[in-house]
T-cell receptor, first 117, second 113 residues
Framework: DTGVSQNPRHKITKRGQNVTFRCDPISEHNRLYWYRQTLGQGPEFLTY????????KSRLLSDRFSAERPKGSFSTLEIQRTEQGDSAMYLC???????????????FGAGSRLTVL | AQSVSQHNHHVILSEAASLELGCNYS??????LFWYVQYPGQHLQLLLK??????LVKGIKGFEAEFIKSKFSFNLRKPSVQWSDTAEYFC???????????FGAGTILRVKS
């Protein structure tokens, strides 16, 4: 297992275009999280899944953003009608749903950097 | 809502100096606390975590952190920093099983050789 994988690593797009990011979590992890990070800030929570169920969404996740995890494995994050303010690093993380001290230890991917021109 | 405050955004130290990075959180209940590190060009990695028990926790690369419940603090320390510790450090809190981590804004540490 090579950890959490994210694609593409970089995406440059024009304002108004749609973009999609993919995350492949660690195979035995049933929780998957999306975060957004801008310069000078820590990661901000967007949404998370347990298996295929989307259990929580942040208010940051406007109606232009949609995330899916159709089979409880990989996930996609789509941004429609991108705006310049969407430029950020989009991070994916995964974890187990154990109840011991291993719970909620998030393993992060390298991120997908979005630049909206 | 939970929040995390990191006291310094930039810290510059010489090699062998001692390090302490402050972290305070706002949440009155049971918390899990974390420090993550991001080395230049790399992804976020777990440095150490506190779930319960001994409030002094040790992590990788000689780092430790102390949970002081009365002060809502979880400060990161290292007795003697190395040039390779140059990185950005993030404090994070999780206030319940299954919930997301809330991160602080990060502290950029630069160690001069």
């Amino acid at each position: 297992d090579t950890g959490v994988s994210q694609n593409p690593r970089h995406k440059i797009t024009k304002r108004g275009q749609n973009v999609t990011f993919r995350c492949d979590p660690i195979s035995e992890h049933n929780r998957l999280y999306w975060y957004r990070q801008t310069l000078g800030q820590g990661p901000e929570f967007l949404t998370y899944f347990q298996n295929e169920a989307q259990l929580e969404k942040s208010r940051l996740l406007s109606d232009r953003f949609s995330a899916e995890r159709p089979k409880g494995s990989f996930s996609t994050l789509e941004i429609q009608r991108t705006e310049q303010g969407d430029s950020a690093m989009y991070l994916c993380a995964s974890s187990t749903a154990r109840t011991d001290s291993g719970a909620n230890v998030l393993t992060f991917g390298a991120g997908s950097r979005l630049t909206v021109l | 809502a939970q929040s995390v405050s990191q006291h310094n955004h930039h810290v510059i130290l010489s090699e062998a100096a001692s390090l302490e990075l402050g972290c305070n959180y706002s949440y009155g209940g049971t918390v899990n606390l974390f420090w993550y590190v991001q080395y230049p060009g790399q992804h976020l990695q777990l440095l150490l975590k506190y779930f319960s028990g001994d409030p002094l926790v040790k992590g990788i690369k000689g780092f430790e952190a102390e949970f002081i419940k009365s002060k809502f603090s979880f400060n990161l320390r290292k007795p003697s920093v190395q040039w390779s510790d140059t990185a950005e450090y993030f404090c994070a809190v999780n206030a319940g099983y299954g919930n997301k981590l809330v991160f602080g804004a990060g502290t950029i540490l630069r160690v001069k050789s």
